[in-house]
């Protein structure tokens, strides 16, 4: 179902058998919208969870946390906040502006100050004049691409040009990563992950004291790769192991008690 709250598009996911008192909500990062999540959604919909997935594509990064104000106060409960790539940056400041149960960050991106492995796709030639003027950025292209989408080439054409004023922000450092968050968080990502590499998501778990996941043989897109319905198990077992019995909704009789 698609509604807009607060001037953004938003992508609801309604379970099938609802089990969960707190719904998920689903941030996605660079180049990309909430269709990355389409998948995802739907297979965790079998396993009653309810999920929202806002479009961001027009707000600057600067802007993303207010924006995405409006949705947290929608939501029937505080979100579980799952983020891919720079979609980690607003899921932080959702954290520190209000109660959130816990953050799953996939193939987290970090601004180039805060990244532990140099500046990244940030310094790529290509991407010089957003950085230096604000210019609308076009996805990567070529090899870049390849580098960029990994195993999950296919949806290419899928790809938009992103905000000038978010790629700048990110890039000069403007939008960072907090100092701490007093929030549960599981990393994952792929160990052939060019752009969020194994040694950032290390760091990035140990900077805010996270569980961290690498998977063999996958790429900064694990979420849209053959066998990442693997993936979506973890997220969902983690979450519920992590936030434990509070999270769950009352169930029926006939339902099935255990929700792993």
């Given at each position: 179902m698609r509604t807009h709250v607060g001037g953004l598009r938003v992508e609801i996911t309604r379970p099938e058998s609802a089990k969960f008192h707190h719904p998920l909500l689903l941030l996605h990062g660079l180049w990309t919208d909430s269709w990355i999540w389409e998948p995802f959604a739907a297979y965790l919909a079998h396993r009653g969870w309810e999920s929202w997935a806002p479009s961001l594509t027009t707000v600057p990064a600067t802007a993303a946390a207010c924006a995405l104000d409006d949705v947290m106060r929608a939501l029937p409960a505080a979100p579980v906040i799952v983020a891919h790539d720079v979609g980690v940056l607003a899921a932080a400041s959702c954290a520190q502006r209000g109660t959130v149960?816990?953050?799953?960050?996939?193939?987290?991106?970090?601004?180039?100050?805060?990244?532990?492995?140099?500046?990244?796709?940030?310094?790529?030639?290509?991407?010089?004049?957003?950085?230096?003027?604000?210019?609308?950025?076009?996805?990567?292209?070529?090899?870049?691409?390849?580098?960029?989408?990994?195993?999950?080439?296919?949806?290419?054409?899928?790809?938009?040009?992103?905000?000038?004023?978010?790629?700048?922000?990110?890039?000069?450092?403007?939008?960072?990563?907090?100092?701490?968050?007093?929030?549960?968080?599981?990393?994952?990502?792929?160990?052939?992950?060019?752009?969020?590499?194994?040694?950032?998501?290390?760091?990035?778990?140990?900077?805010?004291?996270?569980?961290?996941?690498?998977?063999?043989?996958?790429?900064?897109?694990?979420?849209?790769?053959?066998?990442?319905?693997?993936?979506?198990?973890?997220?969902?077992?983690?979450?519920?192991?992590?936030v434990g019995a509070e999270l769950l909704a009352l169930l029926d009789d006939d339902d099935d008690p255990d929700p792993l």
């Open positions: 149960p816990a953050i799953v960050a996939i193939a987290p991106v970090a601004p180039p100050s805060q990244a532990a492995s140099g500046r990244g796709i940030f310094a790529w030639p290509q991407f010089w004049r957003a950085r230096l003027a604000g210019a609308r950025v076009s996805p990567p292209r070529g090899a870049g691409a390849r580098a960029f989408l990994g195993g999950a080439l296919a949806v290419r054409d899928r790809l938009r040009a992103d905000s000038g004023a978010t790629f700048r922000a990110i890039a000069s450092g403007r939008t960072r990563l907090p100092a701490r968050l007093d929030v549960p968080g599981l990393v994952l990502g792929g160990e052939r992950d060019a752009i969020a590499p194994d040694a950032a998501l290390a760091a990035l778990a140990a900077r805010f004291g996270w569980t961290r996941r690498a998977y063999p043989g996958r790429g900064h897109f694990a979420i849209l790769e053959p066998g990442w319905e693997a993936l979506a198990d973890d997220v969902h077992r983690w979450v519920v192991q992590t």
